[in-house]
C-alpha cells in the first residue's frame, strides 16, 4: 500500500472522532455527556458551540485528504488548533484534576496523535514534492 493511501485512510478515520462527537455535542449538550437534571443554560449553550468547532475541525480535515500532499498549510494550521485546546485541557488537568479516561483519550489524540499525523503528512507531502512520487515509501 502507499504511504500517501495510508495517510490518507487513517487522516479520514480519525477525522470521524471530532466529526461525531462535534455533532453529538451540537444536538445534546450537556445533557448528552450525562448533566440530567438542571442544565445552566450558557454553559449549554457554550458546549454547544465548541461541539460546533470541533465539527467543523474534522469536516476541515476531511478536505484535506484528496491531494493530501497538497494540504501542508491547511494540515498544519487544523494541528495548532488541536494542540492548542489539548494544551488547555491540559491546564485543566493540572488546575482541577484527573477528568474522565474518555477526556484523557482525547488528551492523547489532542497532543499526540495529532501532531504524529501532521509529520506524516509532512513527510509524504516532502516525498511528493521531491519527486518520488506522491507519498510511495523509498
Excluded at 477525522?15 to 450558557?42: E, H, K
Excluded at 476531511?62 to 494542540?83: Q, S, Y
Excluded at 499526540?112 to 506522491?134: E, F, H, I, K, Y
Amino acid at each position: 500500500m502507499q504511504e500517501r493511501q495510508a495517510l490518507q485512510r487513517v487522516v479520514a478515520v480519525v477525522a470521524l472522532v471530532p466529526v461525531l462527537s462535534g455533532l453529538y455535542g451540537v444536538l445534546f449538550g450537556l445533557n448528552g455527556i450525562g448533566r440530567s437534571g438542571l442544565v445552566d443554560i450558557s454553559a449549554d449553550s457554550h458546549f454547544r458551540y465548541l461541539s460546533g468547532l470541533h465539527l467543523g475541525i474534522g469536516i476541515l480535515f476531511w478536505t484535506c485528504v484528496p491531494g493530501i500532499e497538497a494540504k501542508t498549510k491547511l494540515f498544519r494550521f487544523l494541528t495548532l488548533v488541536v494542540a492548542l485546546g489539548g494544551l488547555a485541557r491540559l491546564l485543566g488537568l493540572a488546575l482541577t484534576g484527573l477528568p474522565s479516561l474518555v477526556m484523557m483519550a482525547a488528551l492523547a489524540v489532542e497532543l499526540g496523535v495529532t501532531p504524529l499525523l501532521c509529520l506524516w503528512q509532512a513527510r509524504v507531502a516532502a516525498r511528493s514534492a521531491d519527486g518520488a512520487g506522491p507519498g510511495i515509501a523509498a
